[in-house]
């Protein structure tokens, strides 16, 4: 995706509003927040809250009636009838990541100019919620298709039939592999760039900060990387935390504890509030440490020190997710050719990442550095 690309607010008020949609916080008959509580939540103007609305209608997620307001419209219902307009179904673990929002995003905007509605659902990372959502999906085989955004260690527990187009993003459960089109950006590529950029700065000592659903191709580059410049990333240097709130209590520790001089992040988000928290006890960045995060949400070019990230593209992969989508819903069939899309990723380099300097002498330092 271009720096100048983002998710419209739009969208973004209508995701929130179709999970709770999807997850019966709301339900059939209930009606929705009106355009002035919309625009009075989230900060919009009057035309962003009546265009959300909008395109919850042209979804059939929601049905507007006249001097009463908008209501859920019943799917159960819906799914009987003969439907007019296609859909797809997209499901998310995190709604609130900005890599998956602006994945979403682009699948919106580009499957609406085929004229294909889209239905959206959030699991929070939780298997038992993917398991529920594809359940009711096939077994009302009402979508054309579906996306299904994956994380490591999803392991799917649903028959998916042959002939309902099924796009795997992100990541691929070895269960399905060779039995469905799979895109993701090129995880150990991108890692290998993270750790190739470290290194030419001169940094050997150098921490991962991980998540337990966390890419594993992306670490093996970031190993990898490593080892061709003849350093060895250490285990002990290796920190898996259990979310991004997480990080802002462990990470100056893991800092101090190991005199690290760069850190590398599974994610942005997770890079933005490291970096709030080392700069609130003390660390120069780059100056005392370099920061490099992954994935190059919008967020990252605007920080008071903007991050040095690795891009995944998330326009190619939202465009090449629709073809696949086409491809299968317009096929006699229905069947797509199983085959796997790598999206080839570019290190941006920015402000947090600098030339190696002798790391800072803390208390509490386990190990002395290497001079």
């Known amino acids: ?15 929130i509003i179709a999970e709770r949609i999807r997850e019966n916080g709301l339900i059939p008959g209930q009606q929705v ?15 962003t809250a ?5 395109e919850l209608e042209a979804d059939g997620m929601v049905q507007r009636r006249h001097g009463s307001g908008t209501f859920v419209s019943d799917l159960k219902k819906k799914a009987s ?53 594809l359940s009711t999906i096939v077994s009302e085989g009402h979508v054309a298709g579906i996306v299904w955004i994956s994380v490591q260690g999803t392991h799917p527990s649903v028959e998916i039939p042959p002939d309902m187009p099924l796009v795997l993003v992100d990541h691929c459960p070895p269960e ?109 960045i780059p100056a005392d440490i370099s920061l490099v ?7 990252s070019r605007f920080l008071e020190i903007p991050l040095t990230t690795v891009e995944q593209y998330e326009d190619q992969i939202g465009r090449k997710t629709v073809e696949c989508l ?13 085959r796997e899309i790598l999206i080839v990723p570019n290190l941006v380099v920015r402000s947090s990442t600098a030339a190696c300097k002798a790391p800072l002498m803390r208390e509490n330092s386990l190990i002395p550095p290497p001079y």
């Open 81 to 133: 009838q003969v439907r007019v307009r296609p859909s797809v179904f997209i499901i998310v673990p995190d709604m609130a990541n900005p890599f998956y929002s602006e994945v979403v995003g682009n699948i919106e905007k580009h499957i609406r100019d085929e004229g294909i509605a889209v239905e959206l659902a959030g699991t929070n990372y939780q298997t038992e919620v993917e398991h529920r959502l």
């Open 293 to 299: 995060g992954y994935d190059n949400v919008e967020a």
């Open 326 to 338: 086409i491809e299968g819903i317009r096929s006699k069939n229905h069947r797509l050719r199983p």
């Open 33 to 47: 927040p009106s355009i002035s509580e919309l625009m009075e939540r989230f900060n919009v103007s009057k035309v």
């Open 1 to 15: 995706m271009s720096d100048g690309a983002r998710v419209p607010k739009y969208i973004h008020i209508k995701q």
């Open 50 to 54: 009546v265009r959300a609305l909008a």
């Open 176 to 284: 399905l592999e060779g039995r469905c089109v799979s895109i993701t950006c090129d995880n150990f590529t991108g890692g290998h760039f993270a750790a190739a950029h470290l290194a030419s700065l001169g940094h050997e000592r150098v921490g991962y900060i991980n998540l337990p659903y966390g890419s594993l191709q992306r670490l093996e580059g970031f190993r990898r990387g490593f080892d061709e410049s003849g350093v060895r990333l250490q285990e002990d240097w290796i920190l898996t935390i259990d979310s991004a709130w997480q990080v802002e209590t462990e990470v100056a520790g893991f800092v101090q504890r190991w005199n690290l001089t760069a850190l590398a992040f599974v994610n942005d988000m997770i890079a933005m509030r490291a970096m709030k928290c080392l700069r609130s006890h003390g660390y120069n």
